[in-house]
């Protein structure tokens, strides 16, 4: 879809500072500008995805941040981009959906500076993000190497969660749980930057884990296989899966990119959806050196990542293998 979008678009000027663009669907764009510094830009929002506008806030800012980090830049500053419906919902609401951004981005060490604003049937928000990164150390989702391992830094089911949510399903724990993987910063990638051993990062979103990851084997031009046992699940989402609820995201990530992976014969249906869960502020996942990564999950871990773990790994080939 987004190639036949692009297709209609004129040609665009050649600049050798832009290092990262559109040809790779990479996280943010890279532009250099000088031996010592290139600046990154990203911006991401998005209709609500839970009641609590604060916590709509924050989820909006920390999924609008995580591109940023995916590059493995550091944030400088974001602007805020918002459509509220005015003369619907209060201006307290608006503020507290605007103080919820402000907070994440805070945590992230930066301002939100300023930004824009329109009248709309339904409220959006989220944030464009600048951020830098030294040219040398920029982290693509196209430069996996053979043999490398796969770490996935969070668990999935957010998509799946967050249609429960609409439904009036979840518990206050399951809710709990649901905010806590969505408000975690992806952080941890500015700190790969300098790292030679990380050779590939995005982030997951929403194509889901076998979506993102078939970007980066194609990208790469190889092939990857995933242990379905060592795939992080959240638990609270498991049932949900289970009682047969999936979201549209989820079936058309599995239209789009089911034909690249092979899947157990066996493999029932909502562990399937889960692989193809569209996530809100997902996790990274990370092709590392093989040797390094042990050391790596444990940066994870000792960061609070606490259900990072090594999913697989990246070989010569083309599609991805799923076993259990």
């Known amino acids: 879809m987004l190639e036949e979008i692009l297709s209609f678009l004129p040609p665009q000027i050649t600049d050798p500072a832009m290092m990262v663009g559109l040809e790779t669907k990479d996280d943010a764009i890279v532009y250099r500008i000088d031996d010592d510094k290139a600046i990154v830009a990203t911006t991401d929002f998005f209709m609500p995805v839970v009641d609590d506008p604060f916590d709509f806030g924050a989820i909006a800012a920390a999924n609008a941040l995580s591109d940023i980090y995916a590059v ?10 918002a459509g509220m419906p005015t003369g619907k919902i209060s201006t307290n609401v608006i503020a507290k959906i605007m103080a919820g951004g ?12 300023g930004g824009h604003s329109i009248d709309s049937p339904e409220p959006i928000y989220g944030l464009a993000v600048v951020g830098m990164v030294h040219p040398d150390q920029v982290k693509r989702n196209c430069t996996a190497q053979a043999g490398d391992v796969l770490i996935l830094g969070k668990a999935l089911g957010v998509g799946i969660l967050s249609n429960a949510f609409k439904g009036g399903d979840l518990s206050d724990d399951d809710y709990a749980q649901m905010i806590a993987s969505t408000t975690k910063l992806n952080s941890i990638g500015a700190d790969f930057a300098a790292l030679t051993e990380v050779h590939a990062m995005t982030d997951v979103t929403g194509f889901g ?14 092939a990857a296989t995933l242990d379905l046992n060592a795939v992080p699940l959240l638990d609270c989402a498991i049932p949900f899966a289970k009682s047969g609820l999936n979201t549209g995201a989820g079936t058309r990530n599995r239209d789009a990119f089911g034909v690249n992976v092979t899947l157990p014969a066996d493999l029932p249906d909502w562990l399937r959806n889960l692989l193809f869960d569209p996530q809100t502020s997902g996790g990274l996942l990370v092709s590392v050196a093989a040797d390094q990564a042990s050391d790596i999950l444990a940066m994870f871990h000792e960061q609070g990542y606490a259900s990072a773990g090594i999913i697989g790994q990246i070989t010569k080939g083309t599609g991805i293998t799923v076993s259990d």
């Open 102 to 113: 402000a907070n994440m981005a805070a945590k992230a060490g930066i301002i939100v500076g």
């Open 72 to 81: 493995g830049a550091r944030p400088m500053f974001a602007l805020a981009v």
């Open 209 to 222: 884990l076998l979506g993102h990851l078939t970007e980066m084997c194609q990208g790469s031009g190889l």
